[in-house]
């Protein structure tokens, strides 16, 4: 199975994007009260760690390299033909 290195770009953003939401609870607390809060952090907690999970993944299957330019143009993050 191949898939493009660019799902695993994109997962990385996304979990960027939460981890940045999760370090942000202390001001969750202030805008919807610290039950929502607590709701709020194991929910962005789970996602985190799921989209971490199918990135570690995404990041264990191989692409291939071919000298097939079609390839080459299929895949522009991933290994290029030597």
Known sequence: MIVSPKWGVYLSII????SVLV???AEF????????TNKILAALGIINAV?????????????????SPTTANQFPLGPKAA
């Open 51 to 67: 989209i971490n999970g199918v990135n570690g993944v995404l990041h264990m299957i191989p692409a291939s390299v071919s000298s």
């Open 23 to 25: 370090l942000c609870g």
């Open 29 to 36: 607390t202030t805008l919807f009260g610290a039950t929502s």
């Open 15 to 18: 979990a960027a994007i939460v």
